[in-house]
């Protein structure tokens, strides 16, 4: 699917040039003299060789057709991934706020292995992920992505497939890209940058490439700035015993806090207090719980980022030189990315703060109404920004050399050998986190001499820092008081990893007029983590978050064997049949050893037909996060089904096991390649997968969790704990190996070229269907698309068309997402009011000119409109004290995007 570039490098020596048209999905295009093709999943090479798993192939000129800039946007136009985890999807988180992760299947991103010039690339989180915002998208020659298990060719991680970033290698002068954008809103800016030189030296024995590579984006900081979140749509429970037990309704507000502060209960209950402490009659409105509809409540869902901005920077440089069939190679690379969200979220106390009687800023009028004894349940609630947003301020800093040789040893043998050394400095903070303490203190006032007193300072000077805190009306809060409950919570993580690796390969016998091949090598790796956090996260001292320390080491030792056997060639209906079989046995310090396998099998029926299939065991070793985290907190919306589906915020505490075992897939794929003659340029693919997981690896969710206890899990019920309303307080999430987990559905490729006029147009297709897909509880979650679920849409596809005349290129693509239900276990008027969500198309368009084009040198202006149209996305509206209205996962919350920017080379 590599579209002509405009401007292409030299092609590498161990990959096809470039192509007149698509390449399809299979990666089965002839390579040109003396070329060889590297197919990710295999470590086998030979010229023409084809895998029998499918492998789809992403070209330089998808980047630039599509208008993206960066690899995870890239990788976002293959339907069989899911964006879990991108700028619009991270606005509640503290730690990894702007990253970019990549996920097959929706298996986790912790199950797609990331390889870069098919090495391993050290993690950039300790839950041994890449946050792709680390490589230069501008070096990119290709994208290989193989979407079945290749863990016998590439170890642990690849249960839900490979993801191999091939960056050119021989740049040939100068070449770069200046670009800017804008969203149809004034928001969202992006600013990129990309400069490389390459040369050959030494009578052309040596070649050198040197890159760097900048990007900014502003973000979108307000979710209220887009027209369909003006509604306030979210889930509210039914407070009636009738059904639907819930509802998704607009104008959704909290019930038990306000700007100001609502008394919740008491004597008080109902009375709020705008600017200056006035006190006010606050107005309730329907289907009242934790969150009304209508009323005057909070509507939390205006207080809160869009998308994280976020900004990367990236230097990298690659050289090697041929000393007469030996030729030493290295790479070199160093990245800086940070992700700030200035608004996280907002402090919040949900109904749960005490308010004494004495309390030294409460109305004189308004305490007399309170009874004389000491109010001692919670009665007050405030959601806060005029204390100042908690703000996340995530960065990652990363280096890695890959140094090593390779080159032949007679009879067409070859190897390599090579060393790797990687470094990830990750950094979290938190600025204006709430020390729980310094809170309850600030809170707790009265008068001394008519001056408002810390109490805990009214007899005896206990805390001689503690200024109290006015609570009663927004703004009212002291600077100093703010300054007082206020800390920055820090999380610094050293991640480090060593690799030492061998493979050989070549002929091992002829059958007939084509050679078996054999390829054999080992590993030695080395992932090591240290991770240390503030003294007050240490104990569990801030509103949220609290990361605690966390030191673990993981040695892996692995050897593998790969075989190609060309069993059948030139026979009637076999013109060729080959089989293809790996195993590799890994043992790991943490969990023992285990032995992975593949069996596979490519039968070209004739020039119409290709069938192929394969059939593997894939493993997952548990990582330095699932193994040695120490307990973490945060927040989460539930609705409890044993209080008739009451919707509320409870704590959450993670934490790592280390008794746990790697987890084990049985995957099968199935497909068949249709290149008819008699349609010239016409390609087509279909392929079947089934995956299977066991003692799968995972916490459950605290909504799994609840539903699991409510319906007769006992062992779930011993994660929950419960106040005397029987209402939820927290759920302990820990890392278990937890249950079988399943997906299947079949993916679909169709490419067509062909000459039109003076030019060429190119048609190309790419859809994936989901027929199953269980993870962790035993509910399949095909179709659900409701925010925070972990579903899929059943049917994910991307059409483009593609016109290339002259200078002038035009691109035009259309993006289908599917629609759904909201929950897969609701049933629609019993457990919700509307249960449906309806799909959405997005129109994509590019305009691309040459404006200088020589053999030398090329000057091309582009311009790019992504959601032409500006389609919305639907309503999907979580059940947090800051709700999202829609699910940025699957749909584009940012609207229509313009970018404009020219490319050269010289």
């Known amino acids: 699917m590599a579209f002509p570039a405009a401007a292409q490098e030299a092609p590498n020596a161990t990959v096809p040039g470039p192509t007149a048209g698509p390449i399809p999905a299979e990666t089965n295009a002839e390579p040109v003299a003396g070329d060889e093709i590297v197919v990710t999943g295999s470590r086998i090479a030979r010229s023409g060789f084809t895998s029998p798993t499918p492998t789809t192939v992403l070209g330089a000129a998808e980047l630039d057709n599509a208008g993206v800039t960066n690899v995870g946007q890239l990788a976002q136009q293959i339907p069989a991934f899911t964006a879990t985890f991108t700028p619009a999807t991270s606005t509640l988180q503290s730690q990894l706020a702007g990253a970019a992760f990549l996920n097959l299947r929706n298996l986790g991103n912790n199950r797609t292995l990331v390889l870069v010039n098919s090495r391993r690339f050290v993690s950039t989180t300790t839950g041994a992920t890449v946050d792709t915002n680390v490589v230069p998208s501008s070096l990119i020659e290709r994208v290989e992505v193989v979407t079945g298990g290749a863990s016998a060719a590439y170890g642990s991680d690849a249960v839900a497939g490979v993801v191999n970033l091939i960056l050119k290698r021989n740049v040939q002068g100068v070449t770069g890209e200046i670009q800017s954008g804008i969203s149809t809103y004034g928001d969202n800016a992006t600013y990129k940058g990309s400069l490389a030189w390459g040369t050959g030296f030494a009578d052309g024995a040596g070649h050198f490439t040197i890159a760097a590579e900048g990007e900014k984006n502003e973000g979108v900081l307000s979710q209220a700035s887009r027209p369909w979140a003006d509604g306030a749509y979210g889930l509210i429970s039914n407070p009636a015993a009738g059904n639907p037990r819930r509802f998704i309704l607009p104008g959704l507000q909290l019930a038990n806090a306000s700007l100001g502060g609502l008394f919740v209960n008491g004597p008080l209950r109902g009375t709020d207090f705008g600017p200056g402490g006035v006190p006010r009659p606050f107005v309730y409105g329907q289907y009242q719980g934790a969150y009304q509809i209508g009323g005057s409540g909070v509507e939390g869902s205006d207080l809160i980022s869009l998308s994280v901005p976020f900004e990367r920077y990236s230097f990298y440089s690659t050289g090697e030189y041929d000393f007469g069939g030996l030729t030493a190679f290295f790479e070199g690379s160093y990245s800086y990315s940070r992700g700030y969200n200035p608004r996280l979220t907002p402090p919040f106390n949900l109904g749960n703060i005490t308010i004494q009687r004495d309390n030294a800023f409460l109305p004189a009028a308004l305490a007399a109404q309170l009874p004389t004894t000491t109010i001692t349940t919670p009665n007050f609630g405030r959601f806060s920004p005029d204390f100042g947003y908690f703000e996340s301020d995530t960065s990652n800093r990363t280096k890695r050399i890959v140094a090593g040789l390779e080159g032949e040893i007679g009879a067409g043998w070859k190897f390599t050998i090579y060393g790797e050394y990687g470094k990830t400095d990750y950094r979290a903070l938190l600025r204006n986190n709430v020390i729980t303490q310094r809170f309850t203190r600030a809170v707790n006032s009265v008068l001394v001499g008519g001056v408002p007193t810390c109490r805990v300072n009214a007899v005896t000077v206990t805390d001689a820092a503690c200024v109290p805190l006015n609570l009663f009306g927004q703004g009212s809060p002291s600077a100093a008081a703010l300054d007082y409950i206020h800390g920055t919570q820090s999380y610094d993580v050293d991640i480090d990893q060593r690799v030492a690796a061998a493979e050989i390969q070549g002929n091992l016998f002829r059958i007939g007029k084509n050679a078996v091949t054999l390829a054999v090598g080992g590993e030695v790796r080395q992932d090591k983590v240290s991770g240390v956090s503030d003294a007050i996260s240490q104990s569990g001292g801030f509103a949220i978050g609290n990361p605690r320390a966390l030191a673990g080491k993981i040695n892996v030792k692995e050897a593998f064997a790969e075989v190609l056997v060309p069993l059948i060639h030139d026979a009637p209906f076999f013109q060729a049949l080959d089989l293809n079989g790996a195993i590799r046995v890994t043992d790991y310090?943490?969990?023992?050893?285990?032995?992975?396998?593949?069996?596979?099998?490519?039968?070209?029926?004739?020039?119409?037909?290709?069938?192929?299939?394969?059939?593997?065991?894939?493993?997952?070793?548990?990582?330095?996060?699932?193994?040695?985290?120490n307990a973490l907190f945060r927040f989460a919306g539930i609705s409890d089904p044993a209080n008739n589906g009451s919707t509320y915020t409870v704590q959450i505490i993670s934490q790592g096991n280390r008794a746990l075992n790697p987890e084990i897939a049985n995957t099968f794929t199935a497909g068949a390649v249709l290149t008819p003659g008699f349609v010239p340029g016409l390609r087509a693919s279909v392929d079947y997968y089934d995956i299977k997981i066991r003692d799968g690896i995972g916490q459950l969710s605290a909504q799994e969790t609840v539903d699991g206890c409510f319906t007769g899990?006992?062992?779930?019920?011993?994660?929950?704990?419960?106040?005397?309303?029987?209402?939820?307080?927290?759920?302990?999430?820990?890392?278990?190996?937890?249950?079988?987990?399943?997906?299947?559905?079949?993916?679909?490729?169709?490419?067509?070229?062909?000459?039109l006029g003076d030019g060429t147009i190119s048609i190309r297709g790419l859809g994936t269907y989901v027929d199953k897909l269980v993870l962790i509880s035993n509910i399949d979650r095909v179709g659900q698309v409701g925010l925070g679920s972990s579903g899929v849409p059943r049917w994910k596809a991307n059409a483009s068309i593609t016109y290339d005349r002259g200078p002038f290129t035009l691109f035009l693509q259309d993006r289908f997402v599917g629609g759904g239900t909201y929950d897969a276990t609701y049933v629609e008027g019993v457990d919700i009011n509307d249960n449906s969500v309806s799909g959405r198309n997005y129109v994509d368009l590019s305009l691309q000119l040459k404006v200088v084009d020589t053999p030398r040198q090329r000057v091309q202006l582009f311009f790019n409109v992504r959601n032409l149209l500006n389609q919305d996305p639907p309503h999907t509206p979580s059940t947090f004290q800051t709700p999202s209205q829609t699910n940025g996962v699957f749909y584009d919350v940012i609207g229509r995007q313009f970018a404009t920017g020219v490319r050269f080379r010289f």
């Open 713 to 755: 899990n006992a062992e779930y019920c011993g994660f929950i704990a419960r106040n005397g309303s029987n209402q939820v307080t927290s759920v302990t999430s820990t890392q278990v190996n937890v249950a079988r987990q399943t997906t299947r559905g079949v993916d679909l490729e169709l490419s067509y070229t062909r000459p």
């Open 589 to 629: 310090s943490t969990s023992g050893t285990v032995t992975t396998w593949k069996g596979g099998a490519t039968w070209q029926v004739n020039e119409l037909l290709r069938l192929r299939a394969t059939r593997s065991r894939d493993i997952r070793a548990p990582n330095s996060d699932e193994l040695f985290t």
